[in-house]
């Protein structure tokens, strides 16, 4: 009878034991967490945006995109949606292919896999952080924070990334796959806040508008995301920022500078908007900048333009037409100088990761341990926002778990 640990118990752990789990193997599904899926919990604001219906591997950053090939043939969203129907959690897709339990409610999906690994008879064992793993022959040694040490003829570490240690993030399964000899590459933050060099930021905290959003760099020609942009008292946050996030993360290892462009009003084009505030300024001449904008653009940010302008007592009739080009010039072209990201700590995800050239795609399993494998976030796949990322984490722990229930 094979005795069986899987280390972490998110999406792709609990996928994985599911899966595994027969009358002949004995399954410990650890989590350091007092609870399964704390990241499914807290995922599309609780509505938990579980997976995506139109896949392909291009919707994937990593070293070795068609790792996911077999993957994505082998366990698809249709059979990734009828697994979850056969457990009773029905699905809807609604935009952009992004799809979320009926319910619309993550603790449902969280409740129905709990149940379910109960009723299979797998050993849950949470609040047991496991520290280290090792080999000895043929068996596998878990040392857990108390020291207590079990044997297991097959391992899967699902522990996933360092992004988010409140919700068990941790670098747990980059450790062991180094002390296993794998390769990682280099760990970042991605689908994460931006810090900006600029302080103006600060003085339009909370403000959020709908933006478009251009990365400046050679490496990356005419990246851009279309969506919304939160300034916040350290940067940027937003799906806007967080989409091109995993660019600027990538230049920021290599210690390049970053810019970045935010079109502040992207449903006009510089020839429009010059004719609408040219227009506004004819017809209201004794007016303000700040009356005029305030048509166009929140309160705080009308503000910082006119300070930055320094036509904070300007009257409209004032204005030349080199002052308003200027004008569309902030509005069209206001550049960041992106310091750092926010952190490990507030990404939603990392990249880099275990070299998946040393993975078996079809299995899950280290090309270097027998009987050693590893899923999820763990791995060199980083996915786009919009339920890639978890469904990799399902796919990826179906696959361990086929192979692991031998
Ligand atoms: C705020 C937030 C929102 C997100 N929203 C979405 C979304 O809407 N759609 C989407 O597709 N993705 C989303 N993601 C990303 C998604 O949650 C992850 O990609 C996915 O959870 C990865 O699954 P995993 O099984 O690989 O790892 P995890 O879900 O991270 O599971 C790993 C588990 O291992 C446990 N663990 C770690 N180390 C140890 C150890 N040493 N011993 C025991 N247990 C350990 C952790 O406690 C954790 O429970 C979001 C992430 C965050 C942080």
Known sequence: MDRIAIIGAGASGVMAALIAKNDHN?????????????????????????????????????NNLDFLEYGLKEFNYKRFEKFCNDLGLYLVEKDEGKV?????????????????????????RLSQEIVSVKKSDKKFILENSEKKISLYDKVLISSGSKAASKLGGSSFSEDVAKYFGHTIYQIYPSLVQLETKEKKVSKMAGVKIEAKVTLLSKEYKSISTLGDVLFAKYGLSGFAVLDISFYVSKLLLKNKEVTISIDMLPQYDRAKLQSILSKTCKNNQESSLEIMLLG??????????????????????????????????????????????????YAEVCGGGIDTFEINPKTMESKLVNNLY?????????????????????????LAGKSLKG
């Open 374 to 398: 590893f899923s999820g976030e763990s791995l060199d796949i980083v996915g786009k926002r919009g339920g890639y990322n978890f469904a990799f984490a399902w796919m990826s722990g179906y």
């Open 100 to 124: 979320y339990p009926l319910s619309f409610e993550s603790n449902s999906v969280i409740k129905i896999f709990y149940e379910k690994i109960k009723e299979k008879g797998i050993n849950l």
């Open 26 to 62: 004995i399954i410990d599904l650890y989590d350091k967490n007092d609870c399964i899926g704390k990241k499914i919990r807290v995922s599309g604001n609780g509505k938990c945006n579980i997976s995506n219906a139109n896949i392909s591997k291009y919707d994937y950053f990593g």
């Open 296 to 345: 166009l653009l929140p309160y705080k940010i009308v503000k910082n333009i006119s300070l930055e302008l320094g036509f904070i007592n300007k009257k409209l009739k004032e204005l030349s037409i080199k002052d308003i080009k200027k004008i569309v010039q902030m509005i069209k072209d206001s550049r960041f100088c992106i310091i750092d990201t926010h952190g490990f700590e």
